[in-house]
DNA sequence: GGCTAAGATGAGCAACGACTCAGGTTCACC
DNA sequence: GGTGAACCTGAGTCGTTGCTCATCTTAGCC
């Protein structure tokens, strides 16, 4: 199977999708999902209706960003994983996603789309597979406490994201409260 | 000064203030802010004029009904503090809150009014004075560490809060997801 | 009971946003 | 260069929502 979809685009029609895509990652990244897809063209400079033939509905736009930001998260947890500790792995991905949720609206939305009605693709299965794996590993190597689950670390991780991104937190509360959170981890 | 606002209401204005609100109440707490001003029109059995009568913007319904929110909650918290050990009431606030906003969303749109543009007259400031001291209190009789701040502790109930309702958490995630916050807080 | 100001009503207005489509433009292949 | 299909354009449709106002109703007072 193969890994893109079908049909090869041509030269302009994939260039305006790239565009799109860019400008939507922005635009929703700063006034969140309910900004208007008229602005997603006008920042990428085409018509609504190249908008519209791209991608028909404005869930397929939002899905189509969340699925590519969700890639890019996975590939850190890998990354991370790859090149560090697993307990110290974990924590750099909680820090480092909480710090983009204070920028980027998308990434509080994508985790919020867990159970609601824009389904990306198992999206968040995959992330959550992801991070179980650094957790069981963490916990093997006694950096972090056997009796917590994958589901209140994936909740933590929701809830730390969604607040920052809310209330706009600065870098220094996003520190002293991820201590806390760390510490609620750490084997007594 | 008066209590309440200057002049007094006819009876029948009085009825469908309550009536409004109540509904409004309701309404926002399953929909979000969204929702419109019509629905809560219709579960109030008044005509849509009858709410913009008695609040002339949608934005004075939902500041009227966060800032009776925010009474119910500084209450709690003072009910709280009179009847149980401080760091016990603590975390019995923090337990009750995020029961209520996994049912209430009206509970985090006040929580994540902080610092947005539907400013509750300083209805959070209140709260967090009042959460404030019961958090000096508990951290005098030693049940939670002295190195941590109010604002780390409002961040952290904004949060899971916000999860919590977003996610809609079963009572179980919700009870192991605060027992790790509470691991974060206690003394090592 | 009669009067009047406060209040209630709901059709309607204006603004906005998702989405469509008839017509013009451009790529890609020969 | 010619041709056709893919693509782009943007004015327009339709549904929704916050809010208004002319008209009718009613509480409260004598």
Same mark, same amino acid.
């Given at each position: 199977?193969?890994?893109?979809d079908a049909k090869p685009l041509r030269a302009d029609a994939a260039r305006n999708r790239a565009r799109i895509m860019a400008a939507a990652e922005q635009v929703f990244s700063e006034r969140g999902p309910a900004a208007s897809t008229e602005e997603v063209a006008n920042r990428a400079g085409v018509a609504i209706g190249t908008v519209f033939?791209?991608?028909?509905?404005?869930a397929d736009l939002l899905r189509a960003i969340m699925k590519d930001l969700l890639a890019r998260l996975v590939s850190d947890v890998d990354d991370l994983r790859r090149g560090s500790e697993p307990g110290d792995a974990l924590f750099a991905f909680f820090t480092?996603?909480?710090?983009?949720?204070?920028r980027q609206k998308?990434?509080?939305?994508?985790? %919020?789309a867990a159970g609601s009605e824009l389904n990306v693709p198992d999206a968040v299965g995959?992330?959550?597979?992801?991070?179980?794996?650094?957790?069981? %590993? %963490?916990?093997q %190597?006694?950096?972090?406490?056997?009796?917590?689950?994958?589901a209140e670390v994936m909740a933590l991780l929701v809830a730390v994201c969604q607040g920052a991104v809310q209330a706009g937190w600065p870098a220094d509360l996003q520190t002293r409260t991820l201590a806390v959170v760390f510490a609620g981890?750490?084997?007594?």
């Open positions: 199977m193969p890994i893109d033939r791209h991608f028909p509905t404005k480092n996603l909480v710090a983009h949720s204070a998308t990434v509080i939305d994508l985790l %919020a995959t992330l959550e597979r992801s991070v179980g794996g650094l957790l069981r %590993a %963490a916990q %190597a006694g950096t972090v406490r056997r009796d917590v689950g994958l981890l750490a084997p007594r």
